[in-house]
């Protein structure tokens, strides 16, 4: 386990979701500590839906752990045994109401791997159709489609946040997929 070892594990919290534990264990440097270790039992997905006209659709809802609402990437959980292709349609008709004719795996990545074994993944969704939304119950969403320059100027402003969002948008802006205007 690349210099760690587990001496011992207990479950603190366990849900449909997600589990906490607390492991004792010795470290690389070899001192003996606990450590608090979250797994989820979904993967986390996200999809930047990019119009004809250049724009990328945005999120804004309540986030509970943070007391605010915030702009992101639409997204939700997927469970492991779920095709995550299939669960990015899902979440991006659920939140948006749109549906998409072609899709690009653009990244993985793992949000905050110091505590979690989280896994991220994000797809570019174009050829857009709007439809009807599907919220969950826990849901408040405001849908907005934004020109990608006002979209990274808020990722540069700090007015998105969200991890996994900062980073696909980011990407798919180094990989060519946002054509920004300026």
Not at 96 to 107: Q, S, V, Y
């Amino acid at each position: 386990m690349s210099g760690w070892k587990k001496l011992a594990s207990r479950i603190v919290f366990d849900n449909p979701w997600m589990q906490v534990r607390e492991d004792q264990v010795i470290n690389p440097g070899g001192g003996q500590n606990n450590y608090g270790y979250v797994h989820f039992k979904n993967r986390a997905i996200a999809v930047i839906a990019l119009d004809a006209e250049q724009r990328v659709y945005l999120v804004q809802q309540s986030r509970y752990t943070l007391g605010m609402k915030t702009w992101e990437l639409p997204m939700g959980g997927a469970p492991l045994d779920e095709p995550p292709l299939i669960a990015a349609q899902r979440e991006l008709k659920e939140e948006t109401g749109l549906t998409a004719d072609d899709w690009t795996t653009l990244m993985t990545l793992h949000p905050s791997n110091s505590i979690t074994d989280e896994v991220g993944i994000a797809y570019v969704a174009t050829g857009l159709h709007v439809g009807e939304t599907a919220l969950e119950e826990s849901e408040d969403i405001v849908v907005a489609a934004m020109p990608i320059d006002k979209v990274l100027s808020m990722v540069d402003g700090g007015r998105i946040t969200d991890a996994i969002s900062v980073a696909a948008l980011l990407q798919a802006d180094r990989q060519g997929f946002l054509a920004r205007t300026q």
